[in-house]
């Protein structure tokens, strides 16, 4: 008799992976050795010819794709191949371990197994730990409108096995946080804004990164690692191994696009946050995650998040009243992230909150 899988993995027909999805050509790998080892130039300076070609590709990626992967970008390979060591020593690890430091609505840092994306369960394990602790959100548990909840400190929950396992995670969370900043500042120069225009905005940041493990699946075709989303954030940096199954919606078409894994790249996506800032001009990608019957696959995502506190809407330098009126209305990032944090958890009866609810009306 076959394995019958469990209903609560199964994707809609509609939104099931398809077997022939393609690998894109056209994501673009852009060399970030350019604005790492020069200075930014003053206002007003102009900006050597290598600067500014890369000012023109990292734009035309974020308005194209809302997804790049960039090469010499300053995290050491030996720091990635550490992080990746850990994580696969920990999810190694007997299930009762892991339940050690499992997460849960009062702490969601830690492992966990159970995640839920659009309300269908995701087909992997995850270990998550904040960049800056304690990070301050508003609570989980308090369901109250906006202002009225309650303020928590989120602090992480370390295994004791890997014995090598916080320190990796820590030693590789520097270094990625120092990239989100350099890519921060280059997206904002693409928005002709002052380099550190965005920076103030994490200086309390919520930022955390996520150890993803995907098992081998006997039912590809009708489960996903994870299911389509887009991040809710500023900005993504993902590091994935070799075996691949990032698909990315590509914003052209809207065909679904498989992301070739580089040897030494990081991948980068635009988040909501960086959409709304934008006006629009920048998109998030809708992006999901296959999985195969034969291998197993790791990733691990940085999500670049603000302080708690940051009201998210259009900056008033790219707003025109009249010329490119804001198309969104303001909203408040840690509420925002508490009520997609509690739609990890569970099955609800309405799909999660998602940034299109603060649209204006045309």
Not at 64 to 79: A, C, R, S, Y
Not at 146 to 164: D, K, R, S
Not at 260 to 282: E, F, M, R, T
Request: with cysteine; charged share 30%; hydrophobic share 40%.
């Amino acid at each position: 008799m076959g394995v019958e899988v469990d209903p609560a993995f199964v994707q809609s027909p509609e939104h099931r992976p398809d077997p022939t999805v393609v690998e894109a050509s056209g994501i673009p790998q852009i060399d970030l050795s350019p604005f790492l080892r020069s200075p930014i130039p003053e206002a007003g300076d102009a900006f050597p010819p290598a600067q500014s070609d890369l000012l023109e590709e990292v734009e035309a990626a974020c308005r194209d794709w809302g997804f790049l992967q960039v090469i010499n970008h300053g995290v050491p390979l030996e720091l990635v191949e550490r992080v990746e060591a850990a994580a696969r020593g920990f999810f190694a690890m007997p299930v009762e371990e892991k339940r050690a430091v499992r997460r849960d609505e009062v702490n969601p840092l830690g492992y966990y197994e159970a995640e839920h994306t659009k309300n269908v369960r995701d087909w992997k394990e995850v270990f998550d730990f904040v960049v800056e602790e304690p990070a301050v959100i508003p609570s989980p548990a308090e369901r109250a409108s906006v202002g009225g909840g309650v303020l928590i400190e989120l602090w992480n929950q370390w295994p004791n096995y890997p014995p090598e396992f916080r320190e990796a995670c820590e030693e590789y969370a520097k270094a990625v946080t120092g990239l989100a900043f350099k890519l921060l500042e280059l997206i904002a120069l693409t928005l002709n804004l002052p380099a550190k225009r965005l920076n103030n905005y994490f200086k309390d940041q919520t930022s955390f990164i996520r150890l993803n493990y995907y098992p081998p699946c006997p039912f590809p075709d009708l489960a996903l690692g994870v299911g389509r989303h887009k991040d809710s954030g500023a900005l993504t940096i993902l590091y994935q191994d070799d075996v691949g199954g990032l698909d990315v919606r590509r914003q052209s078409d809207g065909k679904w696009v498989r992301v070739k894994p580089i040897p030494n790249s990081l991948i980068i996506n635009i988040g909501d946050i960086v959409q709304v800032w934008s006006n629009d001009k920048y998109k998030s990608a809708e992006h999901r995650v296959s999985v195969n019957t034969k291998k197993e696959r790791f990733s691990t995502p940085l999500f670049f998040n603000p302080a708690h506190y940051v009201m998210v809407k259009p900056l008033e330098e790219l707003v025109d009243d009249e010329k490119s009126p804001a198309k969104y209305e303001e909203y408040n990032w840690g509420e925002f992230f508490k009520t997609r944090k509690l739609s990890d958890f569970k099955k609800l009866e309405v799909e999660n909150i998602q940034v299109s609810h603060f649209r204006k009306p045309e």
